[in-house]
């Protein structure tokens, strides 16, 4: 056996035959297993070499004949082994394998921690998402209440007289909302700290929901919505925990109630199965209005979701309650599912299995909660006509969904504006157009229309975008300001605020306004060029005056219809932006220009009345005087 490093793999050989005859004839054949088949030799040629070998055991076989071609059987044989390079040998290739192995162990778990690191972070984001969400609903939920309180505080230190008794009611009103929501919260807690238990009593169902009912009847007749109560069996004796019963029902007709426009019917039923093997209790809650997105369905049990697109906005909420729940029906043994249709109404079912294994409790008349909640509904609402009327007040626009922080802000303002007031961003809109208020000042989050919106359109209006408009918002953080003041708002203020704050900025406001009222009626009416007029408004009207001057026909019927606006309209505007009467406007507009007319041309008077609409010298005349403060004749001398 040779051995021969991988280096020398190409290399030759030699032979002999041991037959000296004619050695120079003699033959051989020699095969290298492993390598290549057989090959022949003739003609004493002895000599082979082999190139290239890859490491590995090769044997070497070679038989020798003389001249006569006859071949010993015999061969001779010769082990090669080629060794393999140092890179190659099996220690390394074990030591690959090993290195790729835990290369690959490696790799993989890397992987595996990385998809762990990234699910705990996405988990944890998401914790912090619903946290912040948590925060900014409750937070937002708790100032509207305290913004009450506080309020209502002052007003009374100041004015005792008239807001001792209503104040005190409205304090009273809202501390409860603001318990009620740490109520809710502290339900969520236990939910989620597991730590709840169920309070079994075997009462009369049907009985209990009768009670539970009556003051949703009530709540239901003052904001016109019907609340039936229709259970189709008289009594049903059966295990209940009633006060999780309480709060499962409050909850979900206290949401149809809130969901439900004006007109509307709410219905809540009470069936029994009694089947082969189920005992069951069904109990629907069913409204007609104004229902939930297919897609956005599936998603209303969980953690603060608040269905999004402003006709919803009633009032805000926590999107807490249906998760409440659905969590109390599941502890009692029950389920609940709901089907919605968009715009037609909204149906939650829920299903309690019967027993019978609790103490038997007799119901025993009132639940404390009943006038409470009623109290909660007759929220102090401002009354228009409770304010003195001076006419020469402002008008101040108060757009705010909550009766009480809307009577709380009327309070503050009345006795240095005139005011009226809107429920929902849809009616301020429509009050804003009807009576061109001086100021206009709103809450952000409300139904049918969030005051960012209504700021938008209001700006984008003609007629209304001089008004000045404040947003009053519970939306106090930094993202939602900006976009108040981006959508146009002139100031934003977050509740609770300081009253003294919001006289100020309305005041500082109304003054602007005054200060270009005496702009607009100087470059409107004494005969500044166009190009010099900043307002869009008046620059329009005047160009129309300016193209009907001499029409004696024209006057305010026929500039409203030029404009598109109202004739109230266009007075409260022209009031709003120069301080003047339509037909004083008109009047100024054209006596400045006969004034132009008389100094730089050669007109006469007659001439120059005709000019600008005047068929009757002395009617112009007198028109002329009174405006100008001169005769015309002045200036034709
Ligand atoms: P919230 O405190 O915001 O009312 P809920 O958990 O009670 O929270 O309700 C979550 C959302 O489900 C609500 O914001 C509302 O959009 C929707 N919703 C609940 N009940 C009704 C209903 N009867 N009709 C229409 N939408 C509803």
Redesign the pocket.
Known sequence: MIYLPYYQSDFSTTFRYLDYRIPSKNIYKYVLEGYQDTFLLKDGHSQISFNNLDPGNYELKVWGGSAEGILNPLPAKLNIRIGAPWYWNRWSIALYIFLFGTLLTTLYVFQLRRRVAISEARKIQEFQQLQSKLYTNITHEFRTPLTVISGMVEQIQIDPENWFRDGLSMIKRNARQVLSLVNQMLDLAKIESGYLRVEWVQTDLVRYIKYLMEPFIAIGRTVGVKVHFLPEINQLVMDVDTNKLQIILS?LIQ??V???PEGGDIYLTIEENHLVKIHECVIGVR?T????KPDQVPF?FDRF???TGVE?RAS????????VVKEYVELLGGNIRVE?FWQEG?K?TIVLPIHHNAPVKEMDGHIIFADELVDLNDAASFSETQNVIDMDQSLALIIEDHPDVQTYIASILSSDYRIITAKHGKEGMDKAIEWIPDVIISDVMMPFMDGFELTEKLKLDERTNHIPIILLTAKADHDSKLLGLLKGSDAYLSKPFDPQELKIIIQNQIHLRNSLQKQYQEQSTKGASQNHINDHFIKKVTLVLEANLDNDRFGIPELCQAIGISRTQLHRKIKALTNQSTSHFIRSFRMYKAKELLINTDMNVTEVGYAVGYLNRSHFSQDFSSVIGQPPSFYKR
Not at 316 to 323: A, D, E, K, S
């Open positions: 909850n949401n149809a809130k969901f439900t409204d209005g104004i229902g939930i209303v979701f608040e269905v919803t805000g909420g926590t999107g807490i309650g249906l998760t919605s909204t939650f």
